[in-house]
């Protein structure tokens, strides 16, 4: 889910196309279709399946992006932009405060365990902590098979 909502979200802020492949906006569609069938009922989706694939961020993405216009598939397109509106406003009434901190969750997470768990605030900026590896391989002191050996030779 989190790749297709990236390779949409990426098509839409493309500045020479500015569009969604057709193969993308169908695939999205029957997404859309299939959990805003089973919203009133089933409630399938939780909170962290919205977080992981980014679906709060392709839902604004979609829906800033109304001024797109393809004469292609526009009906598709609008059904799609209708299911995103009525699942974002129904997951907003269900998860209340979860849906409004979903980025400071995202950047808790970055900062502890991700990509900027080194970056720390020194006054009013960002810097990166001094990075100490956490082991070092030492690939003498380990019995190598002779097929790894061939391959580590070849890669110098």
């Given at each position: 889910?989190?790749?297709?909502?990236?390779?949409?979200?990426?098509?839409?802020?493309?500045?020479?196309?500015?569009?969604?492949?057709?193969?993308?906006?169908?695939?999205?569609?029957?997404?859309?279709?299939?959990?805003?069938?089973?919203?009133?009922t089933i409630k399938r989706v939780g909170i962290?399946?919205?977080?992981?694939?980014?679906?709060?961020?392709?839902?604004?993405?979609?829906?800033?992006?109304?001024?797109?216009?393809?004469?292609?598939?526009e009906e598709l397109l609008d059904e799609v932009?209708?299911?995103?509106?009525?699942?974002?406003?129904?997951?907003?009434?269900?998860?209340?405060?979860?849906?409004?901190?979903?980025?400071?969750?995202?950047?808790?997470?970055?900062?502890?365990?991700?990509?900027?768990?080194?970056?720390?605030?020194?006054?009013?900026?960002?810097?990166?902590?001094?990075?100490?590896?956490?082991?070092?391989?030492?690939?003498?002191?380990?019995?190598?098979?002779?097929?790894?050996?061939?391959?580590?030779?070849?890669?110098?």
């Open positions: 889910m989190l790749e297709m909502s990236e390779r949409i979200r990426t098509s839409l802020r493309d500045q020479h196309t500015r569009t969604i492949p057709q193969n993308n906006i169908d695939e999205l569609e029957q997404v859309l279709a299939a959990l805003a069938e089973e919203e009133p962290n399946v919205i977080r992981e694939a980014r679906l709060d961020k392709l839902f604004e993405d979609l829906l800033d992006s109304a001024d797109i216009k393809t004469w292609i598939y932009r209708s299911n995103a509106s009525y699942l974002r406003h129904n997951w907003k009434v269900r998860f209340g405060e979860e849906w409004h901190s979903l980025d400071k969750i995202r950047l808790r997470t970055l900062t502890k365990e991700g990509a900027l768990r080194h970056v720390v605030p020194e006054g009013q900026c960002w810097v990166v902590e001094k990075v100490q590896p956490i082991a070092c391989l030492d690939v003498g002191t380990y019995a190598l098979n002779a097929d790894f050996q061939r391959s580590f030779t070849n890669l110098h």
